[in-house]
């Protein structure tokens, strides 16, 4: 065999060698691109089995989607700050935000109260921005989605009635009983005239607020009755408050320092959905969007109200 025919075997034999090597990886991609094909289709077809069945689940208990459970989100909670430490806590926000900026360039003109809560809470931006200019008086009722709720979420600074005065303050305030017993009212009687204000009002013309200590714990089992409902005091149980759940029946808490406040609050649970407590915290939409397990507000419950018609 001459030089020239073994130097062509020679280079045949490569072509077939790179040949075979491109044939391989070709079928090494598509083997690969089969399997991830397959992956996303069986991810895909698992997610919307899970999905389905956590929203069918969901819509049969009247959660919506949009609901988390807590252990799925890590909710701030609010810090305690006054005097100086309030001011540059404003500041701070300030320099970060135009809208703050201009609340704090008027700091000394709003009641450090308010400071404390918008400090927490940047949900009440544009009522405290409304704050200065506003008539401190309800000018609203609630909105078909608010009067069609089994329990409807109201808040306690919202401008409809957040400006109207309440014992030292304003509902906005101070006013975290009545809007959670104006919820409760309005979703046991189907009265939608029973605003937060309403109840405010009410509770302070008959004696139900105390200076310095806020709203009596007796407008839950006595001042309810103006509306037509029974209030009674349960035990911090937790098989206690599953039932009373279970049966319908609303439970207004009122809280310490912890996740919804850094001094006194007031809460609704509303139902219990697969264990976990579904809550309406009249200060923020943000909590009221989470599914609360009962061990974590067990401890931050002060005491307790169920209620009936």
Not at 69 to 80: H, K, R
Not at 120 to 135: R, W
Not at 211 to 221: E, F, H, V
């Amino acid at each position: 065999m001459d030089e020239y025919a073994q130097r062509r075997r020679i280079q045949q034999r490569r072509r077939i060698r790179r040949r075979r090597k491109r044939i391989r990886a070709v079928l090494r991609i598509v083997s690969l691109s089969i399997v991830l094909v397959a992956l996303l289709v069986f991810a895909k077809q698992i997610s919307k089995l899970n999905l389905g069945d956590l929203t069918w689940a969901r819509k049969q208990s009247g959660v919506p989607e949009e609901y988390v459970n807590e252990a799925d989100t890590s909710p701030d909670v609010p810090v305690f700050r006054e005097g100086d430490a309030l001011r540059e806590q404003m500041h701070k926000l300030a320099k970060k935000d135009r809208d703050y900026q201009e609340i704090y360039d008027h700091y000394d003109e709003y009641p450090e109260s308010l400071m404390l809560a918008l400090s927490n809470n940047s949900e009440m931006l544009d009522f405290v921005k409304g704050y200065l200019g506003a008539e401190h008086v309800a000018n609203g009722g609630l909105t078909r989605a608010e009067c069609k709720a089994d329990i409807p979420l109201l808040i306690r600074w919202d401008k409809r009635w957040g400006y109207a005065p309440y014992g030292n303050s304003d509902v906005a305030i101070s006013g975290c009983a009545p809007t959670c017993l104006s919820m409760v009212v309005v979703g046991l009687t189907g009265n939608t005239d029973i605003t937060p204000a309403a109840v405010a009002e009410y509770a302070e013309e008959a004696g139900y607020y105390q200076k310095g200590t806020g709203t009596s714990w007796s407008l839950m089992t006595e001042g309810c009755e103006h509306y037509g409902i029974h209030g009674q005091e349960l035990s911090l149980d937790r098989n206690v408050i599953m039932k009373h759940l279970d049966a319908g029946e609303p439970i207004i808490c009122s809280m310490r320092p912890g996740n919804f406040t850094t001094a006194g609050h007031f809460i609704v649970l509303v139902k219990e959905v697969d264990g976990e407590i579904m809550v309406n915290d009249p200060n923020s939409k943000s909590r009221s969007k989470i599914l609360w397990d009962y061990d974590t507000l067990e401890g931050q419950i002060k005491n307790l109200w169920g209620f009936t018609k």
